[in-house]
């Protein structure tokens, strides 16, 4: 099972809006609305942010929001700010009954 | 607190074996699936197995397919990976992770422990 594909970095200032892309294959992303994201700081244990595409757990800012389409997925941040910079992995269910993790996204806040 | 608590990690020579245990408190072990995620320090996340709540749906990445088994003891609120055969590129942080449950459809890890380091060298 192939990673799925991240940009290996996004940028940008405090406030504003950035999206990390997720693209998969119809065989993951595609194929099921079973699409997680994962914050994780430096030294830090991952943290689920979205999950099922769009669902925030309790607790995680709105800021934050998911969508797909075919088989990309992407991750929206808004009101960028500080705390906010960290690495960012997508995963997704595969047709193989496994999962599969994105290479990840290094979010620096400029 | 919920929690997750992985130990077991050490040093192996490559062919050896190794098994992690990772122990859960807080919530109700028995409900949950579980998952095993290692990570290279500097590289990314890596799926590598998961259970269901009672041991007997299971599944692994192809890269330890045969060589990991992954097993749950309810009892013991606890669960293991017995790693056998470790390469070098086993070489990793692994993590234990809860899954998400019924809040969820899909799955996905909402409480993760601080991972336990596997060393595997000659």
């Known amino acids: 099972q192939s990673a799925l594909t991240q940009p290996a970095s996004v940028s940008g200032s405090p406030g504003q809006s950035i999206t990390i892309s997720c693209t998969g294959t119809?065989?993951?992303?595609?194929?099921?609305?079973?699409v997680s994201w994962y914050q994780q700081h430096p030294g830090k244990a991952p943290k689920l942010i979205i999950y099922d595409v769009t669902n925030r757990p309790s607790g995680v800012s709105n800021r934050f929001s998911g969508s797909k389409s075919g088989n990309t997925a992407s991750l929206t941040i808004s009101g960028l700010q500080a705390e906010d910079e960290a690495d960012y992995y997508c995963s997704s269910y595969t047709t193989s009954n496994t999962l599969v993790f994105g290479g990840g996204t290094k979010v620096t806040v400029l | 607190e919920v929690q997750v608590v992985e130990s077991g990690g050490g040093s192996v020579q490559p062919g050896g074996s190794l098994r992690l245990s990772c122990a859960a408190s807080?919530?109700?072990?028995?409900?949950?699936?579980m998952h095993w995620v290692r990570q290279v320090p500097g590289k990314g996340l890596v799926w590598v197995s998961r259970i269901n709540s009672d041991g007997t749906t299971i599944s692994y990445a192809d890269s330890v397919k045969g060589r990991f088994t992954i097993s749950r003891d309810n009892a013991k609120n606890t669960v293991y990976l017995q790693m056998n055969s470790l390469r070098v590129d086993d070489m990793a942080v692994y993590y234990c992770?809860?899954?998400?449950?019924?809040?969820?459809?899909?799955?996905?890890?909402?409480?993760w422990g601080q991972g336990t380091t596997v060393t595997v060298s000659s």
């Open positions: 992770a809860r899954d998400v449950g019924p809040a969820a459809v899909g799955p996905s890890m909402d409480v």
């Open positions: 119809s065989s993951d992303v595609g194929g099921y609305n079973y």
């Open positions: 807080g919530f109700s072990f028995r409900r949950f699936w």
